[in-house]
């Protein structure tokens, strides 16, 4: 029984110290720090949040990968290497590029090539200025990686320093953060069909404190248990409004 109990303590011991920890910084193409990119390790289904300074920190093995994301720029995925575990890494997020669809311009023709042409021109002209302003406008799909049905794995610790705000978000950003990290699966176990999720959330967030998640941008698990809390007792209240 000794022995038994000297080995278990072993390899809970083992276990333990070969846990180890990956840091880094996530910036844009620019060089602007970006917060609250999305750290996933493949492996493990452990995720975190990069602050408001674009710093993280994950647990991580050899040979694991580390799949960021955020919206509007391109998924990136980093390959765990041994000399990452003593220095520090620094991660590029490459901005997505926005392709406008083709659209079939529709004009009057006079029969006059030349001014046909202008004509045609200038309808083009006038299309693609309407498509890019309705770009920048719009927000992005809220989905991007969809975790398991009310999965959230908060970053250890305080993490760092947010003495320097880089990013602040508002009603709809944070509105998008909750559907992404609880998932759509969470919203619909609870009986809500898809179209009512969106409403549903703002709801929820009615009775929030989220100044500090306004302020810096990004959530924190504190606010997630918040959340799941409430909602589990205003679904029948949000019913009763439909």
Same mark, same amino acid.
Do not use: C, W
């Given at each position: 029984?000794?022995?038994?109990?000297?080995?278990?303590?072993? #390899?809970?011991?083992?276990?333990?110290?070969?846990?180890?920890?990956?840091?880094?910084?996530?910036?844009?193409?620019?060089?602007?720090?970006?917060?609250?990119?999305?750290?996933?390790?493949?492996?493990?289904?452990?995720?975190?949040?990069?602050?408001?300074?674009?710093?993280?920190?994950?647990?991580? &093995?050899?040979?694991?990968?580390?799949?960021?994301?955020?919206?509007?720029?391109?998924?990136?995925?980093?390959?765990?290497?041994? =000399?990452?575990?003593?220095?520090? $890494?620094? $991660?590029?997020?490459?901005?997505? +590029? +926005?392709?406008?669809?083709? +659209? =079939?311009?529709?004009?009057?023709?006079?029969?006059?090539?030349?001014?046909? @042409?202008?004509?045609?021109?200038?309808?083009?002209? +006038? &299309?693609?200025?309407?498509?890019?302003?309705?770009?920048?406008?719009?927000?992005?799909?809220?989905? #991007?990686?969809?975790?398991?049905?009310?999965?959230?794995?908060?970053?250890?610790?305080?993490?760092?320093?947010?003495?320097?705000?880089?990013?602040?978000?508002?009603? $709809?950003?944070?509105?998008?953060?909750?559907?992404?990290?609880?998932?759509?699966?969470?919203?619909?176990?609870?009986?809500?069909?898809?179209?009512?999720?969106?409403?549903?959330?703002?709801?929820?967030?009615?009775?929030?404190?989220?100044?500090? @998640?306004?302020?810096?941008?990004?959530?924190?698990?504190?606010?997630? @248990?918040?959340?799941?809390?409430?909602?589990?007792?205003?679904?029948?209240?949000?019913?009763?409004?439909?």
């Amino acid at each position: 029984m000794k022995k038994t109990l000297i080995l278990f303590l072993f #390899i809970i011991s083992h276990s333990v110290h070969a846990q180890e920890y990956i840091f880094g910084k996530i910036t844009s193409e620019q060089n602007i720090e970006l917060s609250g990119v999305l750290i996933l390790n493949t492996r493990t289904d452990e995720k975190t949040y990069s602050d408001s300074d674009g710093n993280f920190m994950i647990s991580a &093995k050899n040979n694991d990968a580390l799949r960021f994301v955020k919206q509007k720029f391109d998924r990136f995925t980093y390959s765990v290497k041994p =000399e990452d575990f003593k220095n520090s $890494i620094k $991660i590029t997020l490459i901005k997505s +590029v +926005v392709e406008i669809e083709e +659209v =079939e311009i529709k004009t009057k023709l006079t029969g006059n090539l030349r001014e046909d @042409a202008r004509r045609v021109e200038s309808v083009r002209k +006038v &299309k693609l200025n309407k498509d890019i302003a309705k770009y920048i406008t719009q927000k992005s799909d809220p989905l #991007i990686l969809k975790p398991k049905a009310g999965e959230f794995v908060q970053p250890k610790g305080e993490g760092f320093s947010v003495g320097k705000v880089s990013s602040k978000a508002d009603r $709809i950003d944070l509105a998008e953060d909750f559907l992404e990290i609880l998932g759509e699966d969470y919203f619909t176990d609870l009986g809500l069909k898809k179209s009512e999720i969106s409403s549903f959330i703002f709801h929820v967030m009615s009775s929030l404190d989220l100044k500090n @998640a306004y302020k810096y941008g990004y959530l924190k698990g504190s606010d997630i @248990a918040q959340f799941r809390k409430q909602a589990e007792t205003k679904i029948n209240d949000f019913r009763k409004l439909k």
